[in-house]
């Protein structure tokens, strides 16, 4: 079965400066998808980035971007430039193309803290 | 285009009550997944459904937990006779097919609380 494992409960970063957020994953698949959401205060679920695990090339979205290392089953986030409405919980999730349905596979969630 | 539609956002039940909760996926989805966040959890995948077809129903309880996609009108979550255990985020998902790709849009959530 996959698992998805965030180590970093809680983080916190000075507005302006860059954080990176750990998730690692566990499966057997070679193909499959990998997500990062925000959950800001409002509770809501917000797509941030995708990674296809075809493609070698780091996903990146304005200021943020993945280092994913397929070997090593690692996809952390890097946020640059942090910003206060950054302030959320994040969660990384794996999607497998050979699971039926739309299983998403969630972390525990990293609570990210931007200070002004 | 409207995103994915929850209502109500916030529901409060006595225990033994029935709770429903509604979803409408946004235009052109036919695929819909339900999602359950405990407090200071990350999401747990309930169901997946298709227009009048329960196609994945592995996270869901055994008991007193019901899901449809009707041909017409929007999903609901059912849960039947409640209780404190069920007090939770419930998250509504949709996407357009189950293609390699296709990204899942997730609505703002229900609240239930059971009291």
């Known amino acids: 079965a996959q698992t998805v494992t965030q180590s970093q409960p809680e983080m916190s970063v000075q507005e302006a400066e860059t954080v990176t957020l750990s998730c690692t994953y566990d499966?057997?698949?070679?193909?499959?998808?990998l997500f990062w959401y925000k959950q800001p205060p409002s509770r809501q679920m917000i797509l941030v980035i995708r990674?296809?695990?075809?493609?070698?090339q780091n996903a990146t979205e304005n200021r943020f971007s993945v280092n994913f290392q397929k070997a090593a089953k690692s996809f952390s986030l890097k946020i640059s430039d942090s910003q206060l409405g950054d302030t959320a919980m994040y969660f990384c999730?794996?999607?497998?193309?050979?699971?039926?349905?739309?299983?998403?596979?969630f972390g525990q969630g990293t609570e990210l803290s931007v200070k002004p | 285009n409207a995103g994915v539609m929850q209502n109500p956002r916030h529901l409060v039940r006595r225990r033994g009550q029935e709770a429903r909760l509604r979803c409408s996926p946004m235009?052109?989805?036919?695929?819909v997944y339900w999602y359950r966040q405990l407090p200071e959890e990350g999401l747990k995948f309930m169901v997946y459904l298709q227009k009048e077809n329960i196609i994945d129903e592995s996270g869901m309880p055994k008991e007193r937990f019901s899901a449809e996609f009707p041909k017409e009108g929007p999903s609901i979550l059912r849960i039947q006779q409640v209780v404190r255990g069920d007090s939770a985020a419930y998250f509504c998902a949709s996407s357009p097919a189950l293609q390699a790709g296709n990204t899942i849009y997730f609505g703002e959530g229900s609240w239930l609380t059971v009291v």
């Open positions: 999730a794996f999607y497998s193309l050979y699971n039926q349905g739309g299983k998403l596979i």
């Open positions: 235009k052109g989805h036919s695929h």
């Open positions: 499966t057997s698949e070679n193909n499959y998808y």
């Open positions: 990674q296809e695990a075809y493609k070698q």
